[in-house]
């Protein structure tokens, strides 16, 4: 079945560092990489996502870049700061009405102040 | 727009006991999922909603899962009887159908079997 790899399961940068977050998917079909940040106690929300039509986009201080050869796709963030401090799950799915997103097992980033 | 709708928030059963989760989804959303997220994993699907019926279901244990969604509106999900290692955080998504993109999660039910 499908399946979503990520690494590391934990990561700790100083604040003002970078913090890269790699992911790996199964299913050649996916088309749609969602990011998920889940903070302590909270549910997950989708931070940034990319479809497989593109091979980076930006939103301020995240990114996500694809190599649908690969199969592969990264989170980056720049210039952290402590309230990036979080779970985040990379996911896959393919971009369809019925089609449903497969989790990876999740980062926990630290950033230390 | 109001958000996905779970209650309870919290719940402590014992083992062996029933116990039930409700979803309400955001208005229009016609697809609904219900994940498991075990402590320290990545979300797991459990069944997925088209309307009133039932997407995929491959990874629901339905010797004690089970759920319905018979409105095609709200939703619920039971567990009978309930397993030790039932305990985890039970989240609600929904959709639109005719669009692309991530879903909205409900806060979720955490469920602890003692």
């Known amino acids: 079945g499908e399946n979503v790899e990520q690494h590391p399961s934990t990561l700790s940068v100083q604040e003002g560092d970078s913090a890269v977050i790699k992911c790996t998917y199964s299913?050649?079909?996916?088309?749609?990489f969602p990011w998920y940040k889940q903070e302590l106690g909270k549910r997950p929300q989708l931070i940034i996502d990319?479809?497989?039509?593109?091979g980076e986009k930006k939103d301020q201080r995240i990114a996500v870049t694809l190599n649908k050869t690969a199969k592969h796709f990264s989170l980056h963030i720049t210039e952290t700061q402590p309230e990036d401090s979080a779970v985040y799950f990379c996911?896959?799915?393919?971009?369809?009405?019925?089609?449903?997103?497969?989790f990876g097992p999740g980062t926990s980033l630290s950033v230390i102040p | 727009e109001a958000g996905v709708a779970q209650s309870p928030r919290y719940k402590i059963i014992e083992k062996r006991q029933s116990v039930a989760f409700w979803c309400n989804p955001i208005?229009?959303?016609?697809?609904l999922y219900w994940y498991q997220q075990i402590l320290g994993q990545g979300p797991k699907l459990l069944i997925q909603?088209?309307?009133?019926?039932?997407?995929?279901d491959s990874q629901l244990p339905k010797d004690r899962f089970s759920a319905e969604r018979l409105k095609g509106v709200d939703s619920t999900l039971k567990i009978q009887p309930a397993k030790l290692e039932d305990s985890a955080v039970y989240l609600c998504?929904?959709?639109?159908?005719?669009?692309?993109?991530?879903?909205?999660f409900g806060s979720g039910t955490r469920l602890t079997v003692v």
């Open positions: 909603f088209q309307n009133n019926g039932v997407v995929d």
């Open positions: 996911a896959a799915s393919r971009e369809t009405s019925y089609d449903k997103v497969i």
């Open positions: 998504a929904s959709r639109e159908s005719s669009t692309w993109g991530g879903y909205t």
């Open positions: 208005s229009g959303h016609a697809t």
């Open positions: 299913d050649s079909a996916s088309n749609y």
């Open positions: 990319i479809r497989s039509n593109v």
